[in-house]
């Protein structure tokens, strides 16, 4: 009954390699948001998804991008990865856009070497 | 645009200590404003949350009330427990300009027995 999943929990990789990490949510919630959080805990907002139109897109380089296939699901395509993509991933999702809690899976750790 | 401004950390207290942590925003209109809490190895969750102004938000003993003359939302607790180390993030979120909600840069908590 995992409210919101990610996987994988962990992900290590080298440069230059493609790799997704997937999200999915159970609650009904209709907006999905991807963050990025550095080895100081701070966390910036990456992508945003309103059933499944994307409402906010940070400047974040164009080797990152998300799909959602459905309002139950973002994920996270990273192409060319470098070292400075190293850092815990978060998935969220909220019930409407702003002013809204926010509730966030476990993270997936990604190292690149 | 908006900004949330918390007290740097790391904090450490005794156990039983008076904690607060304090938190300032910018915004404009009336967002609402909430602290999230994230224990090592996990996703951030809700702590407690005000969505008006002298809103008191309160859960497991601690406390928080929206001040908006001062633009504040500091977070205390009479009595903290070992179990409440963790990082703490002051956030802000409203219906308007972009939909994003605005995280502090989080502080950490090391309660001592």
């Known amino acids: 009954d995992t409210a919101v999943s990610q996987t994988p929990k962990y992900l290590v990789t080298q440069m230059g390699n493609d790799k997704s990490i997937k999200c999915e949510q159970n609650l009904g919630h209709d907006t999905m948001y991807w963050y990025k959080q550095d080895s100081k805990k701070f966390l910036k907002i990456m992508f945003s998804?309103?059933?499944?139109?994307?409402?906010i897109n940070e400047t974040v380089p164009n080797r990152f991008s998300p799909k959602s296939p459905d309002k139950a699901h973002l994920n996270l395509h990273i192409n060319s990865l470098e070292l400075g993509d190293s850092a815990v991933y978060f998935c969220?999702?909220?019930?409407?856009?702003?002013?809204?809690?926010?509730?966030f899976g476990p993270g997936t750790r990604l190292t690149v070497l | 645009g908006n900004s949330v401004t918390q007290m740097e950390g790391p904090v450490t207290l005794s156990e039983e200590a008076f904690l607060t942590i304090n938190c300032t925003y910018t915004?404009?209109?009336?967002?609402?404003l909430f602290w999230y809490v994230q224990y090592p190895g996990e996703g951030l969750q809700l702590l407690l949350k005000?969505?008006?102004?002298?809103d008191k938000g309160s859960n497991k003993g601690f406390e928080a009330t929206y001040r908006k003359e001062t633009t504040s939302f500091h977070l205390e607790k009479g009595s903290v427990q070992v179990s409440d180390s963790a990082v703490y993030f002051c956030a802000l979120s409203q219906n308007t300009g972009g939909f994003k909600t605005i995280f502090g840069a989080g502080t950490r908590l090391f309660v001592k027995a």
């Open positions: 969220a999702s909220s019930h409407g856009t702003g002013g809204f809690e926010q509730f």
């Open positions: 998804y309103n059933n499944k139109e994307l409402i």
């Open positions: 915004a404009t209109g009336y967002p609402s």
């Open positions: 005000a969505t008006k102004a002298d």
